[in-house]
């Protein structure tokens, strides 16, 4: 069966080289540009000995970056993270590892001491707590001079940090008062928020409250500010938990908002020393149409505005089921929070069948003051100063009914992106001024193997700008922090900190690239000729640039006027360079100004350029490389290169014992001997491709019949499952696949690695050491190649379009069911 399926991706590999590229335009959700790491101009950091560098605080006042790694604090220049400024050492002793593994947990992993908590107390202290071989504990650390130094006076941090490094949790400093969210005793059962420092208080240890939690982010909205009825700041809380108010086979997981109010101090007797404001609702992020939820969050980013109703919560989010990675980004109003929490009705638990709980909506009459309101204007009227004074029923209703019967449903009640092949770990919002003075929200998203998406967030759509890879080997991002006065992204993993900027402006070539990039920090300057940095130039008015459709007719015609001149050869085949500076992008080519068919046995379109067999006195004549690229729905073309080639003079031709690659122009010559024989020196490695595909011409229709047998017969015989969409035609299913594997091949062509000098081989056997589950087929491959994403097979489709139909979900529960049986 293997040796079936490495025949038939082997096959696969090799012919979807020489089909042409055109299917693999317009995929919307693809970045349009993949930096490699080589090119990524990234500046890091790692010492010998020290890992898990995943707690990062950035201090603007001080022009450090603090970051927690294991058993080791470093204070790294801002402006430059290869530059460490000072370094403090806080290890476990033996002592207590020798304890900690009697526990029963690994001396060499578990025993260490991770920095969890890095928050700025005031300007020269710092607060500051890691796990220390299970038995978390804070300290004090001060800066003084840019040194950072522990002040070794260790307290036991039950509650404030996690025991187990692996888990997950949640903190913030405000107002000198410290909030975490995480595991309260050592075998992680127990979940707190807890409130510490000054005034401390904690959640009711009861499932209704939080039951089997993941803590992602907490996070403060000064409510307080510019409010008519003397409302209090708020501490909002994210985090999954396992649903208390659905019935399933299985756990269902559900995303959550929580939030307490600042300036409560619990209850008198009811609820003493515990939140009086404690409620969560649901997040969603799906839509009625995609019966695909996605449901359990995983990071979240607050984005402040100047007036805090306005503010925007951007989370992303991925499935509980299924193998596949898939990701979506939401985005949740400020106004339909305060909505549920301040308006919304609340659930109750009933008991039915002696034993079992339902909750359902309550609607008999609710207390007043209303339960889990802050302490606020009205409360004040009616003699409530503080959460000591609330009465009993109000408390007691709101220990019985922390969760709300209403869902915080997202903006435009869908996900902003879904992203499949990816799985996004780490988001940061930046708002852009761009040209035209408008503001843009653009999004960062870190992933799980170490790439970094930039995506720009439009009303109606989102559009991915790059993808950058950020390590050598795929490590996930853990940490993802923005400085937007420096205009510096920082990311912190297990083996290191990266420091990226938010944009390179000089990577986009020209005024074409730069204006349908939609980038808003860049914008090409038509007096320099140059796409700059908008924040460095002050006159806008030289500045093209389109954010909203990529439109580039404002740039400077003629940009590419430059033809290369080309001697025929007769009898050899020759071949026309074009490099296409987008993945969105497609090449035409044009003979005399009439488009050559890509089905034109005389040509062979690669992803390169243009292979012409057998040239002749037939062949003189202008050939135009014409880039395609579909921006925001509309297709915009461009000559990007223009060759002419004409017959020199009569008489013998020498013929050139070596290639002709020529750097500056991007032209090479393939020269061929009668015999047909290829010399292959110093070649890209696209012609080698084009070595293979001599000595394969003939074998190619074999090939071709072959593999078209094969995946009928596969089909037919159910070994190569229907990727996505299980009970649709085959038709559509190779069609998805190839376009695919398509997308595949043009970004492996991409990576011009020199040492790959056989990779189709080379990727085919990967392959199929992969093994093909159900759900995959066609991601282990995307997976495996680093390219991260399924084309969409409608050309117009957007990122937020839903992918899957109620159908999947329900292959996706039979296949778990089987599974499980
Ligand atoms: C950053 O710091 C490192 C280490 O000190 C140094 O080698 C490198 O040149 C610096 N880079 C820049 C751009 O200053
Ligand atoms: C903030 O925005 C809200 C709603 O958009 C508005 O009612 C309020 O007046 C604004 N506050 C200020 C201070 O502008
Ligand atoms: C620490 O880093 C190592 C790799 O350096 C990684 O395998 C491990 O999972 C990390 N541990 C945590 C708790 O992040």
């Not at 062979?604 to 729905?633: K, M, P």
Request: with cysteine; charged share 20%; hydrophobic share 35%.
């Amino acid at each position: 069966m293997y040796l079936l399926k490495a025949v038939v991706f082997l096959v696969y590999n090799l012919l979807i080289r020489f089909l042409p590229h055109s299917q693999a335009s317009s995929l919307d959700c693809t970045p349009r540009k993949t930096v490699n790491y080589e090119d990524a101009n990234l500046k890091t950091f790692t010492k010998q000995g020290i890992s898990n560098y995943s707690t990062l605080l950035l201090s603007e006042e001080h022009s450090l970056l603090f970051v927690g790694a294991r058993d080791a604090i470093f204070a790294l220049n801002i402006d430059n993270v290869s530059e460490s400024v000072s370094q403090e050492t806080w290890a476990v002793p033996d002592k207590k590892k020798n304890e900690c593994m009697y526990k029963g947990k690994s001396r060499e992993t578990d025993c260490r001491n991770y920095i969890r908590i890095l928050h700025r107390l005031t300007e020269t202290r710092m607060y500051i707590c890691g796990t220390n071989a299970f038995q978390p504990t804070c300290d004090y650390m001060v800066i003084n001079n840019r040194k950072i130094q522990l002040e070794k006076s260790p307290e036991e941090a039950k509650g404030k940090c996690p025991f187990d490094p692996t888990q997950r949790y949640a903190s913030i400093m405000v107002d000198g008062e410290f909030y975490s969210a995480t595991a309260n005793n050592f075998l992680g059962s127990e979940p707190i928020l807890l409130r510490s420092l000054k005034n401390n208080l904690r959640t009711e240890y009861k499932t209704s409250w939080l039951n089997e939690p993941n803590f992602v982010h907490l996070d403060v909205v000064q409510e307080s500010e510019d409010t008519d009825d003397g409302d209090d700041d708020k501490i909002y809380l994210f985090f999954s938990e396992t649903a208390v108010e659905f019935e399933f086979y299985n756990k269902l997981v559900v995303s959550r908002i929580a939030r307490v109010c600042k300036g409560d101090l619990g209850g008198q007797r009811t609820l003493q020393r515990k939140w009086t404001t404690f409620l969560k609702a649901s997040l969603m992020c799906s839509t009625p149409e995609l019966h695909f939820p996605f449901n359990i969050i995983q990071d979240v980013f607050v984005l402040r505005t100047s007036n805090w109703s306005d503010n925007i919560f951007y989370a992303v989010f991925t499935p509980q089921w299924g193998q596949q990675d898939i990701s979506a980004v939401c985005a949740f109003s400020m106004a339909k929070i305060q909505e549920v929490f301040n308006e919304g009705k609340y659930k109750s638990s009933v008991t039915v069948e002696q034993s079992r709980i339902k909750w359902v909506m309550y609607s008999g009459t609710v207390p007043v003051p209303r339960p889990g309101t802050c302490i606020n204007s009205n409360s004040r009227k009616l003699g409530f100063m503080t959460s000591l004074d609330l009465p009993d029923r109000t408390l007691q209703f709101v220990k019985d009914h922390p969760l709300m019967d209403d869902v915080v449903t997202p903006i435009n009640n869908r996900p902003k992106l879904i992203k499949q092949g990816i799985k996004y770990t780490q988001i940061t919002v930046d708002r852009v001024t761009a040209a035209n003075q408008k503001e843009y929200d653009v999004i960062f998203l870190g992933t799980d193997r170490g790439y970094l998406h930039k995506a720009l967030s439009l009303e109606r759509e989102m559009f991915i700008i790059e993808e950058v890879q950020m390590f050598l080997t795929a490590e996930p991002v853990q940490s993802l922090q923005l400085s937007p006065k420096r205009g510096q992204l920082y990311i912190g993993s297990p083996s290191q900190v990266v420091q990226v900027p938010v944009a390179v402006c000089a990577q986009y070539i020209n005024c074409w690239d730069c204006v349908r990039a939609r980038d808003p920090y860049c914008a090409w300057d038509k007096t320099t000729s140059q796409c700059v940095s908008i924040s460095k130039n002050t006159n806008v008015l030289n500045l093209v640039q389109n954010i909203e459709n990529g439109d580039p007719s404002e740039c400077p015609s003629h940009e590419n006027d430059k033809t290369e001149i080309r001697t025929i050869i007769p009898g050899n085949n020759m071949v026309l360079n074009c490099y296409s500076t987008s993945n969105l992008a497609h090449m035409q080519w044009l003979l005399n100004r009439r488009l050559i068919l890509a089905e034109d046995s005389k040509y062979l379109y690669f992803n390169d350029g243009l292979l012409i067999f057998n040239v002749s006195i037939a062949d003189e004549g202008q050939y135009d490389c014409q880039s395609v690229e579909t921006v925001a729905g509309k297709p915009f073309a461009q000559v990007t290169a223009s060759y002419l080639l004409q017959l020199s003079g009569t008489g013998q031709h020498p013929i050139p014992t070596k290639a002709l690659p020529s750097a500056e122009s991007g032209i090479s010559i393939v020269p061929t001997s009668p015999g047909n024989t290829v010399r292959m020196a110093n070649l890209p490695m696209t012609q080698n491709y084009l070595q293979t595909e001599f000595t394969l011409k003939g074998l190619l229709v074999l090939f071709v019949m072959m593999f078209i047998f094969l995946l009928a017969w596969n089909v037919y015989k159910g070994h190569v499952p229907m990727p996505l969409r299980p009970s649709r035609s085959e038709d559509r299913m190779t069609r998805i696949t190839q376009t695919s594997l398509l997308n595949t091949s043009v970004q492996q062509l991409e990576e011009k690695s020199p040492l790959a000098t056989d990779p189709p081989l080379q990727d085919a056997l990967t392959v199929v050491d992969l093994p093909l589950t159900s759900l995959s087929s066609a991601s282990s491959l995307e997976k495996n190649s680093n390219n991260n994403s399924i084309p969409l097979e409608n050309a117009n489709s957007s990122c937020a379009r839903p992918l899957f139909v109620l159908d999947d979900l329900e292959y996706i529960d039979s296949d778990q069911l089987e599974s499980k049986a």
